[in-house]
């Protein structure tokens, strides 16, 4: 049993899609050989075909309890770790006329791939970012599916880890992810994910992509502390949501769901009667209690325009940085880190 | 199944699966059946698989040799693709093993018990080094060495052939009782088909019950 649980709220408002997270990720943890195509911190932009391509179409998690199929996803779906012309371009002496080009076969699909496509027709257009890392969920599918027990959910603080020393590399742990947020390492032969930054949790520190987050979009804490905002944007506001709660797995990262500008109408004129985000997509991704999320999040920030005050607001915009990671904020740098 | 002496093999002629040395070995051809589902430990497994067919090799030709110092396994068996490569993240290997009791009621069913262990010697066709496993119960296989067992593989026009062998004695948790003593051991064999995503306890196997196999004495134990 898990005693405590770790959770990550990020606010979809204000995530820019600038990518400090992606590569505050990458830096510390998937730059060893056999890790360079994989990113457990991704961002999308939506409505899009994500990362991997398609992965909302290929199934996993559980149905009435059940463990549903899903598919193995291929290395050319991520995307994989391109190989450019470096050594040309840097040591080849042809100056200027040297371009960097991806060498081999010309790839069809990467981890951006359709970075800012979106969704809508001009003037009403839409589109907002989406950052996904493993959701360390309540009822890990990834655990459920491996044979071998080779995935621990720590009691301590729900953490879910592939133990490397018994994973052999099956992959039933991909299938069944419905989040598709597990890597297969060929080098090492065996699957790898997001550890929640477990080291750093471990010191107080928060995980890298909240912590370098620019835009302040994500908040870190259990998930039953009732003084940090974790617990006050889940369970008392009801703001924040899992993605694609149908799968069943009970996702520990939560997202407050974007409010977009309203469209405009045929004349040009702002139409309020409608969101440019339709609701039924936001529905699609967060199932029906998005649209009372929306409600609140509209009625406090009316409250604000309208010059009241709104602790929910307060909360969303961040103003003391530190108080969004739920006591985990320690500065990494007061610490003389370890090779394990 | 007996597995003649050949006092003094060379191993490097014992691990080469097309040796001449292998065509004096007594052959069996066992077949092979999918292992059941009920079996999996892993729900997730049996539902992925329930409409899936479990086992696609249907027999193997098993043969065996020892030397007095190391006993080895000949497995060859008909597979139309090799699967040495994984070359995306949707492929498996081929492998093979061969199954011994590490204890004397050890349970081939449920790859042994707790405190019933079973030895498995383990090569797989995109590893260099075989491996030693041992279970206590389905799921529960460690690899307790990567130098005790030695293996090779060659496939060659739409078949495998496989050599696997490790030292008589010896010790350790993989340590087989009453091996080398003229008695009868069980044994029991596992293919996987990497190209039909066979990995883990999705295999064929042998059977629920252990196969027979005495060692021919050595020259020097029947003086």
Redesign the interface.
């Known amino acids: 049993m898990t005693q405590r649980q770790l959770a990550m709220v990020l606010d979809l408002n204000k995530c820019i899609g600038c990518q400090t997270c992606t590569i505050a990720c990458k830096r510390l943890w998937t730059r060893d050989a056999g890790m360079e195509h994989m990113w457990f911190n991704t961002v999308n932009t939506q409505p899009g075909r994500g990362t991997p391509r398609d992965w909302e179409k290929m199934g996993g998690g559980f149905r009435a309890g059940m463990p549903q199929p899903g598919r193995l996803p291929r290395r050319g779906e991520f995307g994989d770790a391109w190989r450019y012309n470096h050594d040309d371009v840097f040591f080849g002496g042809q100056g200027a006329d040297a371009q960097l080009r991806i060498q081999g076969e010309a790839p069809d699909w990467g981890p951006n791939w359709d970075e800012d496509q979106g969704g809508g027709e001009y003037p009403n257009g839409y589109h907002f970012y989406l950052p996904r890392l493993c959701n360390h969920c309540t009822h890990p599918a990834c655990l459920a599916a491996c044979p071998r027990k080779a995935i621990v959910k720590r009691p301590k603080d729900g953490i879910v880890l592939v133990d490397e020393d018994r994973c052999r590399g099956f992959r039933f742990c991909m299938e069944a992810c419905p989040y598709k947020k597990i890597y297969f390492n060929q080098a090492r032969k065996l699957s790898q994910k997001c550890i929640f930054c477990f080291p750093r949790i471990e010191q107080g520190v928060a995980p890298a992509c909240a912590r370098q987050c620019p835009g302040r979009v994500r908040f870190v804490g259990y998930r039953d502390d009732r003084n940090a905002p974790i617990w006050k944007l889940v369970e008392q506001w009801k703001v924040a949501l899992p993605l694609h709660p149908e799968h069943g797995t009970e996702p520990n990262v939560f997202y407050v769901p974007p409010l977009a500008p309203y469209r405009f109408d045929a004349q040009g004129d702002v139409d309020e009667s409608r969101p440019r985000i339709p609701d039924e997509y936001l529905e699609s991704l967060f199932g029906p209690a998005v649209r009372d999320a929306l409600a609140t999040l509209k009625t406090e920030r009316a409250r604000v325009q309208g010059r009241g005050r709104s602790e929910l607001m307060d909360l969303l915009i961040g103003y003391r940085w530190k108080d969004m990671f739920g006591g985990f904020d320690r500065d990494p740098a007061t610490i003389e880190w370890r090779p394990a | 199944m007996q597995a003649h002496v050949i006092p003094g093999i060379d191993e490097a002629e014992l691990l080469d699966p097309l040796h001449a040395l292998w065509r004096r070995a007594d052959v069996s051809r066992i077949a092979l059946s999918g292992t059941p589902l009920g079996l ?9 698989w329930r409409d899936r067919r479990v086992g696609a090799t249907g027999h193997v030709r098993v043969a065996a040799l020892h030397d007095g110092v190391r006993l080895a396994f000949r497995l060859e068996w008909e597979d139309a693709s090799r699967d040495a490569v ?1 070359t ?3 492929r ?1 290997a081929d492998a093979a093993a061969v199954m011994l009791p590490a204890a004397a009621e050890a349970p081939i069913y449920t790859m042994g018990a707790p405190g019933l262990p079973v030895t498995a010697w383990y090569w797989r066709a ?2 260099q080094q075989a491996r030693e496993i041992v279970a206590e119960g ?2 529960s ?2 690899t307790v060495a990567r130098d005790t067992v030695r293996a090779a593989g060659v496939w060659q026009a739409g078949r495998w052939s496989v050599v696997i062998a490790r030292s008589l004695t010896a010790g350790g948790p993989g340590a087989v009782q009453g091996l080398g003593t003229g008695a009868a051991i069980g044994f029991g064999v596992a293919i996987w088909e990497g190209g039909s995503g066979e ?3 999705l295999k064929s196997w042998s059977g629920p019950a252990w196969q027979s196999l005495t060692l021919e004495p050595t020259p020097t134990a029947r003086s």
């Open positions: 999996q430990p892993s729900p997730y497994v049996q539902a992925a994984l995306d993240d949707d498996f995109d590893e389905v799921g296989s460690r990995r883990a306890g």
